[in-house]
């Protein structure tokens, strides 16, 4: 167990996230697809699609929930866009 959690951790992005902000599509991986739609290191205001793990958006210190919610919008559309393929939420927003 724990080196599955040292390999887990070693792959997530250090600082503040909500975890995996995408459900994985059937057969696909949504880090994988947004990494290959060029969207890692995205930025907008504080807020970043981590260099590290596509499907992580980290506050790089101020972001505010408008800045993580253009990117989880900006993620969306160019991966539909590029791979016809729509990024359903894994978090839940209030």
């Known amino acids: 167990m724990a080196s599955i959690a040292a390999e887990r951790k070693g792959k997530t992005p250090w600082g503040s996230s909500c975890g995996s902000v995408f459900k994985n599509p059937p057969g696909q991986s949504a ?3 947004i990494e290959q739609a060029g969207l890692k290191g995205t930025r907008i205001g504080g807020a970043e699609i981590s260099e590290r793990h596509g499907n992580y958006i980290v506050n790089l210190g101020g972001a505010s ?3 993580i919610l253009a990117l989880v919008e ?3 559309a160019e991966v539909q866009r590029q791979f ?9 927003i209030l």
């Open 84 to 92: 016809g393929i729509e990024l359903e939420l894994e978090v839940q």
């Open 31 to 33: 880090g994988r697809l």
């Open 74 to 76: 900006r993620a969306q």
């Open 65 to 67: 929930s408008n800045d």
